[in-house]
């Protein structure tokens, strides 16, 4: 019994690399099967071999769509980018404070949440000032 699912264990995770396998890192065909036919080719050609023998520039990476610094940050807490009425919105989706079934969606421009998120750190350093300042002694 220990061996089968031992046996089945290895099996998955060979599956699961091979689905998780970066593209990118596939192997491409080495240059010298591609040069291989040209060596072949006829007196003639005797340029061909040489041009075919050098391998080819690597293709440009993929650019990824620049992100704003900030999107970056609310992506990180959880919020996912939304279209409203042809507004891009960031929503993040939390459970209601004191219950565990109702769901809140919060949603706003990039401008709106930096704006919510410095008042929220101006209310705490408020507060963090005034309790140390009416500290008992």
Do not use: W
């Not at 061909?48 to 440009?60: D, E, F, G, K, S």
Request: hydrophobic residues 45%; glycine residues 6%; contains cysteine.
């Amino acid at each position: 019994m220990r061996i089968a699912v031992g046996l089945l264990a290895c099996l998955a995770a060979g599956a699961v690399t091979t689905v998780l396998a970066d593209p990118s890192t596939e192997a491409a065909p080495a240059p010298a099967a591609q040069a291989a036919p040209a060596a072949h080719a006829a007196p003639a050609a005797a340029a061909a071999p040489a041009a075919a023998a050098t391998p080819a520039a690597p293709a440009a990476p993929v650019a990824k769509p620049a992100i704003d610094k900030d999107a970056e940050h609310f992506m990180a807490e959880g919020y996912k980018p939304e279209m409203r009425r042809g507004q891009q919105v960031y929503c993040k989706t939390e459970t209601e404070l004191g219950s565990r079934v109702n769901r809140v969606k919060t949603c706003g421009t990039l401008e709106q949440l930096k704006l919510n998120e410095n008042e929220a750190r101006s209310n705490v350093s408020d507060m963090q000032r005034a309790q140390v300042g009416t500290s008992s002694h």
